[in-house]
């Protein structure tokens, strides 16, 4: 296999085809080593991984720190409470301070679309955006995209269903550059309020019924309403939500009879999908937080393992 030839991972806009399956192919190779009963290997020994959320995460810090662990790097993880920015001091001055510390790789979650971009043009270390703004998860796209290949086999002609919030997705965006770029059609939906207007750029097709959405699916990703985002309201209740862009089992029967159900997290359980759903046959939920460890364990590896391979 060649060499990976990116330092930072902030995206995957401009990311190639053969990028992607470079990077899912590595982290097929780090599944084996979580499936072992030692769980372990020195590969990134002596080096130092840092993490600094800027917004609270459960699934992505975690796996991140499970990753740095499982490939022997040491890590330190910091959040913005316990930082000096609560002082007065400027992300850029943190980032300054942080890199005198001599880190090989920074992971850096930020409500600000761009602060991962900012940081790369100021530190010599790698950089992988954990998710900035309303802008990109591109571990979460890739995750989200590992999960459809184990369970799909191939990207090319699959329908891709992606309904909710749209608007304020960051995942939405990432799985929908990740996805065109390896094929797939990706449909989405969601209140006209937060669908925006430049989606269709992306190369996404806009519904205009849960049942266009669902139909012939076999994808089926539901997002998270982001009320932590929306200052306006955008739709009349949770309630509401729930009847016109949850996701029910009757809602199923139309997609293909293998469809796949996915779901970043954290659920808001009877809003986007109703718990028969969630927790039935067709969830793969799970395995998307499982296959998140792999794919972030092969992030850490390209980006600064590779010469001590």
Do not use: W
């Not at 459960?58 to 920015?85: E, M, Y």
């Not at 992971?107 to 992988?128: E, F, K, T, W």
């Amino acid at each position: 296999m060649a060499a990976f030839k990116l330092t930072n991972l902030l995206g995957l806009e401009g990311l190639s085809a053969d990028d992607i399956s470079h990077i899912l192919e590595t982290a097929e190779s780090m599944s084996e080593i979580n499936a072992r009963p030692i769980k372990k290997v020195p590969t990134l020994r002596g080096k130092l991984v840092v993490s600094f959320f800027y917004e609270p995460s459960t699934r992505t810090k975690t796996s991140f720190d499970v990753a740095a662990k499982r490939l022997s790097a040491d890590s330190v993880s910091l959040s913005a409470s316990t930082s000096s920015l609560t002082k007065g001091e400027t992300l850029v001055d943190t980032a300054k301070n942080l890199e005198a510390m001599g880190p090989d790789l920074l992971i850096m979650r930020h409500s600000m679309s761009g602060a991962p971009h900012l940081l790369a043009r100021h530190m010599n270390c790698s950089i992988i955006n954990a998710g900035d703004g309303t802008h990109e998860h591109p571990s979460q796209g890739l995750l989200d995209m590992m999960t459809i290949k184990r369970n799909k086999g191939d990207f090319n002609g699959l329908n891709v269903s992606i309904i909710g919030d749209i608007s304020h997705s960051r995942v939405a965006r990432s799985d929908i550059i990740g996805l065109t770029t390896m094929g797939a059609k990706v449909r989405v939906y969601g209140p006209r309020t937060l669908l925006p207007p430049y989606v269709e750029t992306l190369g996404a097709e806009v519904c205009d019924s849960m049942d266009h959405a669902v139909e012939d699916a076999d994808v089926v990703m539901m997002l998270r309403v982001q009320k932590e985002r929306l200052d306006d309201v955008l739709f009349p209740s949770l309630r509401e939500y729930a009847r016109c862009f949850g996701l029910s089992a009757q809602h199923l029967k139309k997609a293909k009879p293998d469809v796949i159900v996915m779901h970043p997290g954290p659920i808001n359980r009877g809003v986007e999908l109703a718990p028969d759903v969630a927790d039935g046959p067709y969830s793969v939920i799970l395995n998307q937080v499982e296959n998140g460890v792999s794919v972030r364990m092969a992030l850490l590896y390209l980006l600064v393992g590779q010469e001590s391979a």
